[in-house]
């Protein structure tokens, strides 16, 4: 190599200046960077926030026994709402977009040990389920649910709109809930008159499906749709099918 | 404090007062490319149906390639160019303008074509991807921490995952031959400026423009498909797709340029006497990494191009339902993917086996076995991209040849490995930070390397695929490996390109920080990976609670290494000791050159007579 002017391994040059600024400098800096990333978690953290209020089952003061079990009994009611406006309509004040959505919320609280029973109005209509799978009731107190005041065990694959299916997270040893509710399509989307506080045998053109299933100790749970009803991105599991608020949720079993 | 005034020069300042370059900077790139965008958007949105998700995707696509074009011109890139073509190119006194002579910290903000303030560029920006990358991570192991956490919800978590993943992988491809392949290589080979000036300074300021656009992704809805955005997942995401094949095709166009530059630039440039056995090492590694990138990127580019057009026009290139083939996109992503890897670790080993004769006072220990240790890796990794594959579903037949080539990528390795530790042998290496970084390597790298021999194994990749231990594996060779490589780097060249000594008590603390942090981050992965964890999800059973639980751990030390290492730069950068020209005693080119370099690096070209590592003998 040409020569080069070398300085003594070792001997790099240091002036007081260098030393003048310790490590506390260092220290105060790694804290507020600390700080920043803890504020971009925080950011995080409430852009995750679910804006929803939870929706309370209602406890009754009777009981009842199931399988030998003596049980308490509670009760929530929901619906499918074809868009933002009639669910606000409703009580679901959270979400933004136009899209189909169960509310008046999507979070529901469930009391432990109980037997919940659950009441669904839908007016929705619909294709084809891609898996005939939850076309079956499964879950529920006697394996059928009630659609407008019938008893069935399963809808035909081509006959659903949407489906409840709680189950699981696989993250504790939390008590076991799989439930699995179709919900039975109407011939064509009849929102315009879609009254589910009226009486499905006189004014509602929907459906009123209900169901009862029973709750074991404490944990989280989610539910969603299994029938792809988004608007076309990932073969119809997008958009809504993903979107907590609309066709996914949780509960909280307390 | 001492002066280190980039603004003395020993040329008179330029001042072709009356011509538009010395008008334009990065702020009217930023204005002139966000109105390309504004407009591009409303003029091609008026009359469209955007409820319809292909003319949503074409209309935001088209502005985000808007917003880079019009920030080119808005600095100023396309002056030269168009000004040759209209006969009028630029005097010599505007060419002395665009290499920043005389311009002080402003030229870093400017379309300059000095090799050194692109390299000065690089490391600036590197460091901030790095830092966004590195805080998603703390994001992602926070999120972690503990089974059902609900620290973000799993969509958040999709995004972070996403985010981290190519933020991470794009400034890692830039890690090394950024800063130092712009900044050191040139001088390190004797020349007076890159080959293509011009287009070096488009490199960065191209690759800047992605930047925004990746961040814009945040806003548009997350990018939910990770950062290998598999077809057809990424046709039929939502809106915050269009950022990341925009980032993608604009990083294309960068590293072709950067490739195409400093291979010429090595191949035509180098000092009288330089033949190739005297080359650096560091020299060598740059090279066949950014040679490996010329082939291997355009085919990520062409992937993405065909995805936009799926998204936009309604293509149907990875769509089976009518003729095309989700397969076609993984082959193309992949042939991209594995040789990727080594584009980002080659130069990292590289400026790590420069560092090794320097510290130990000996020479590389067998030369040629380190260029064919390189080239036999750069050869092999394009034949190995399938191993990505074996459970994909593609013909099993040739799962076979593929485990083959990619065992055998192990014996080039090897000779990396051999090269160090020879040289190493019996040696009394001189314990400074960048030393330090040789053996975090060597550690890292077999713990990457040994592990990595499993996955390329078909049956155990079928086991292992898609879990924490993948997740494991990666970060030990391009974390543990390539990154440290850098971060060594950046310690041994830190006086040469800011004329200060890095702050060597912060380094050694960051650099305890950052290894210790880092194996209890990703040794226990190996574990609850083979046990099944799976990667990518934002959720875990409870049977893997204590592992994540440390991992995480070790993650916050990682992040508080990184910070303390960040400060160290910036504090040294402003007011850290003087440098001497020669602090390590080196004997490669760039140490005979004072700081602030000269405009042409040298006052008279340099003649090599040896070869640069001939520690321990007589000169000849």
């Known amino acids: 190599m040409t020569s080069t002017s070398t300085a003594a391994p070792g001997s790099p040059s240091t002036n007081s200046e260098a030393k003048r600024n310790g490590l506390a400098g260092a220290i105060a800096f790694v804290l507020v960077g600390v700080l920043v990333v803890a504020g971009v978690g925080f950011g995080l953290h409430k852009l995750s926030a679910d804006p929803q209020k939870p929706l309370y089952a209602t406890l009754a003061t009777d009981t009842v026994t199931v399988n030998g079990e003596n049980l308490h009994k509670a009760s929530v009611t929901m619906g499918v709402y074809p868009d ?26 469930l009391p432990q040990h109980t037997l919940v029973t659950m009441t669904l109005h839908v007016y929705d209509s ?35 709109q949407h489906t409840f299916t709680l189950h699981g ?82 509960v909280t079993v307390a | 404090m001492t002066t280190l005034d980039h603004q003395v020069g020993s040329h008179p300042i330029p001042n072709p ?53 019009g920030f080119l011109v808005g600095i100023g890139a396309f002056i030269g160019p168009f000004r040759w073509l209209i006969g009028k190119d630029l005097t010599d006194e505007e060419q002395l303008f665009l290499a920043g002579e005389g311009q002080g910290i402003s030229r870093y903000f400017r379309y300059c074509t000095d090799h050194k303030v692109v ?19 703390m994001m992602i192991r926070t999120n972690l921490a503990m089974p059902g956490s609900k620290i973000v919800t799993p969509a958040i978590y999709n995004s972070l995952v996403g985010l981290h993943g190519i933020t991470m992988i794009v400034a890692m491809i830039v890690v090394s031959t950024g800063p130092f392949g712009n900044f050191i290589l040139p001088i390190m080979i004797g020349a007076r400026d890159m080959a293509f000036p011009r287009l070096n300074a488009l490199s960065w300021w191209v690759l800047f423009t992605a930047i925004p656009v990746l961040c814009s992704a945040w806003f548009l809805g997350g990018i939910p498909t990770g950062w290998t955005a598999y077809a057809p997942l990424s046709v039929q995401a939502g809106p915050g797709m269009n950022a990341f094949v925009a980032t993608i095709i604009i990083f294309a166009v960068s590293t072709a340029v950067t490739g195409a530059n400093i291979t010429a630039t090595v191949v035509t440039m180098r000092a009288k006497g330089m033949k190739w056995n005297r080359v650096p090492i560091f020299v060598i590694g740059a090279t066949i ?12 580019m062409v992937s993405m191009i065909m995805t936009a057009l799926d998204r936009t026009v309604g293509t149907t290139y990875f769509d089976a339902q009518f003729g095309g083939s989700g397969w076609l996109y993984a082959h193309l992503f992949w042939i991209m993917g594995h040789p990727e890897v080594y584009v980002i670790l080659l130069p990292g080993v590289a400026a790590l086996m420069e560092i090794v004769p320097v510290f130990v006072r000996k020479p590389l220990f067998s030369y040629n076995a380190a260029i064919l240790g390189f080239s036999g890796i750069a050869g092999l990794s394009v034949l190995v991209w399938a191993h990505h594959m074996y459970i994909s579903g593609w013909l099993p037949m040739l799962n076979g040849p593929f485990m083959i080539t990619t065992e055998m990528i192990s014996i080039p390795t090897g ?57 494991a594996h990666f970060h030990y060779t391009l974390m543990g490996a390539a990154l440290t490589g850098a971060i060594a780097g950046l310690a041994y060249w830190f006086p040469k390109m800011t004329g200060r000594m890095l702050h060597e008590k912060a380094g050694y603390i960051a650099f305890w920080f950052v290894q210790i942090g880092f194996q209890i981050l990703f040794l226990g992965m190996f574990i609850s990976g083979a046990e099944g964890q799976p990667r990518r999800v934002a959720d875990y059973a409870a049977m893997y609670k204590h592992s994540d639980m440390i991992s995480t751990v070790g993650a916050y030390s990682v992040g508080i290494g990184m910070l303390f290492l960040l400060w160290a730069v910036v504090h040294s950068w402003r007011k850290g000791a003087i440098a001497p020209m020669n602090p390590w005693g080196a004997k490669t080119l760039e140490w005979t050159v004072p700081f602030p370099v000269p405009l042409e690096n040298f006052d008279t070209p340099p003649v090599i007579t040896s070869d640069p590592y001939g520690y321990g003998r007589n000169e000849k």
């Open chain 1, 84 to 109: 933002q406006a009639s669910a606000a309509e409703h009580g679901s004040k959270a979400n933004a977009k136009d899209w189909v959505q169960y509310g008046p919320s999507s979070h529901l609280v």
């Open chain 2, 17 to 69: 007062s009356k011509s538009l370059i010395t008008k334009l900077n990065m702020g009217t790139g930023t204005v002139v490319g966000a109105i390309f965008a504004v407009v591009v958007y409303f003029w091609l949105r008026s009359g469209e149906d955007m409820s319809v998700p292909q003319n949503d995707n074409r209309v935001l696509l088209i502005s985000m390639f808007a917003w880079s074009v």
């Open chain 2, 415 to 471: 000779l990396i490995f051999l090269v160090i530790l020879g040289t190493l042998w019996r040696g009394k290496p001189w314990m400074k930070l960048p030393m330090l970084s040789v053996y975090a390597f060597l550690w890292n790298m077999l713990i990457g390397g040994v592990t990595g021999v499993y996955l390329s194994d078909v049956p155990a990749d079928n086991y292992l695929h898609g879990s924490m231990y993948v997740t």
């Open chain 1, 126 to 160: 619909g294709e084809k389920l891609n898996n005939a799978f939850f076309g079956k009731v499964i879950g529920t107190v006697g394996g059928t649910i009630t659609v407008d005041g019938k008893d069935v065990s399963s809808v035909p694959a081509d006959e659903v």
């Open chain 1, 169 to 250: 997270l696989p993250t504790s040893s939390q008590d076991p809930l799989f439930v699995n509710v179709p919900l039975l399509r109407v011939t064509t989307d009849d929102k315009d008159n879609f009254l589910p506080t009226k009486d499905p045998a006189t004014d509602f053109k929907g459906h009123t499906i209900v169901f009862s299933f029973v709750t074991g100790g404490k944990g989280e749970y989610v539910w969603n749709c299994e029938y792809p009803c988004g608007d076309g991105t990932y073969q119809k599991f997008g958009a809504v099918m993903g979107a907590v608020g609309y066709m996914t949720g949780k």
């Open chain 2, 119 to 137: 390299g000065i560029q690089y490391l600036v920006g590197v460091m901030a991807m790095l830092g966004v990358g590195g805080t998603l991570a």
């Open chain 2, 289 to 300: 990494s950014v040679a490996l990138a010329i082939p291997a990127f355009p085919t990520f």
